[in-house]
């Protein structure tokens, strides 16, 4: 007789996740949380995100998959609409949270806006729970954004751009300050008198 499996032992795993953005007041976090659950994704029930600055979580996401509805702080709504909740540092519209689902996966992704800076550089702790409490999760760091990065080559490129194109205006504005002088037509007189005096001075 084949050993049957307890259903608890099917423990749910988180298989990736990212976080990008910004973490300075008016900016955006996109995170995202991959998850896995044998025996299909409807076994899970929590995905969790805590943001973790100072050795604490300072602001807490959760989404109830079974009720479709995100909480942060001590605000719940349902995902799909307009409605807002707002922590201390972060602000999330039901409107941009998307999950996928598809056999044994789950990917839940949210936009958060930064309503408060966030001054120590924070770490996020990504999680999931089934239905039987069991859980799993891993904690990242802040990523750019892909193509967000700075090198060296961009910094000489802007710093010779904008080089060229202060030499450029500077000498536009100079050339409009100080415009060539006209001869005056005194002077040309005075020059042709000038000069035939000198021609009838010369000793023959």
């Known amino acids: ?26 900016g955006t976090l996109t995170i995202r949380v991959d998850a896995q659950m044998p025996g299909g994704w409807r076994g899970l029930h929590l995905v969790e995100v805590s943001v973790i600055a100072g050795g604490s979580a300072i602001e807490h996401i959760v989404y109830d998959i079974e009720d479709d509805k995100l909480s942060l702080g001590d605000q719940d709504i349902a995902v799909g609409t ?35 800076t966030i001054t120590e550089e924070p770490r996020f702790r990504l999680g999931v729970t089934n239905d039987f409490g069991f859980s799993d999760s891993i904690t990242l760091r802040l990523n750019e954004p892909e193509g967000a990065r ?55």
């Open 150 to 204: 700075t090198t060296w080559g961009t910094v000489v490129t802007f710093a010779v751009a904008a080089l060229f194109v202060g030499v450029f205006v500077g000498n536009l504005f100079a050339s409009k300050r100080r415009p060539p002088p006209r001869p005056s037509i005194y002077q040309a007189v005075q020059l042709r008198i000038d000069h035939e005096r000198a021609a009838k001075e010369k000793p023959s």
């Open 1 to 26: 007789m084949a050993q049957s499996v307890s259903p608890g032992a099917q423990r749910p795993t988180v298989t990736g996740g990212q976080v990008t953005g910004s973490i300075v007041q008016g």
């Open 82 to 116: 307009g409605a807002v909740a707002e922590g201390e540092y972060l602000r999330v519209s039901g409107s941009d949270v998307a999950v996928t689902k598809g056999g044994a996966d789950l990917s839940f992704r949210v936009e958060a806006d930064v309503t408060k």
